[in-house]
T-cell receptor, first 113, second 113 residues
Framework: DAGVIQSPRHEVTEMGQEVTLRCKPISGHDYLFWYRQTMMRGLELLIYFNNNVPIDDSGMPEDRFSAKMPNASFSTLKIQPSEPRDSAVYFC???????????FGPGTRLTVT | AQSVTQLGSHVSVSEGALVLLRCNYSSSVPPYLFWYVQYPNQGLQLLLKYTTGATLVKGINGFEAEFKKSETSFHLTKPSAHMSDAAEYFCAVSDTGRRALTFGSGTRLQVQP
């Protein structure tokens, strides 16, 4: 299996621009998670889906952030408009229905200038 | 609410020495516990997990961890450090109700030659 795939790996954008991060989970996994990693706050859960339905979005910082999962093999995390404080590494992870461990993608390093 | 505390943001050992990374958790229900490793510019890789059963858990790369309920601890050990073990290590907790992981702040392991 190719594992969790994220794109792009690096994104540099200017403040105010829209940013879209993409994730393809491992085939057959029912759960998909979006995390953000920063030096100040560590690893934080943003949102997670079960069978394409958002279950817990309490970690989404504000209305500028939105996430979708239109089908079992694709999810997006969108930031509009982006701000410098959104600079971080964003990870996507997936998990099978049976089992507890999550499998992480390589992350997208976002820099907002 | 769940929480994880990792004592020591940086740990330095000599090659061949014992590695001990500390993790204490707080959970109102029986926890699932995990250790992940992150190499520079990479995603998180699962080292080992505890769900139920045997409290001493063996993982990849010679690591193991022991779940001690009375001490609410899940410390990670390796008898003999190797240069390739240099990375950041994260302890995480989840429970049967909340599918997402709550991570500790991480411990950066440095291995001296």
């Amino acid at each position: 299996d190719a594992g969790v795939i994220q794109s792009p790996r690096h994104e540099v954008t200017e403040m105010g621009q829209e940013v879209t991060l993409r994730c393809k989970p491992i085939s057959g996994h029912d759960y998909l998670f979006w995390y953000r990693q920063t030096m100040m706050r560590g690893l934080e859960l943003l949102i997670y889906f079960n069978n394409n339905v958002p279950i817990d979005d309490s970690g989404m910082p504000e209305d500028r952030f939105s996430a979708k999962m239109p089908n079992a093999s694709f999810s997006t995390l969108k930031i509009q408009p982006s701000e410098p404080r959104d600079s971080a590494v964003y990870f996507c992870a997936s998990r099978p229905r049976q089992g507890n461990e999550q499998y992480f993608g390589p992350g997208t390093r976002l820099t907002v200038t | 609410a769940q929480s994880v505390t990792q004592l020591g943001s940086h740990v330095s050992v000599s090659e061949g020495a014992l590695v001990l990374l500390r993790c204490n958790y707080s959970s109102s229900v029986p926890p699932y516990l995990f250790w992940y490793v992150q190499y520079p510019n990479q995603g998180l890789q699962l080292l080992l997990k505890y769900t139920t059963g045997a409290t001493l858990v063996k993982g990849i790369n010679g690591f193991e961890a022991e779940f001690k309920k009375s001490e609410t601890s899940f410390h990670l050990t390796k008898p003999s450090a190797h240069m390739s073990d240099a990375a950041e290590y994260f302890c995480a907790v989840s429970d049967t109700g909340r599918r997402a992981l709550t991570f500790g702040s991480g411990t950066r392991l440095q291995v001296q030659p």
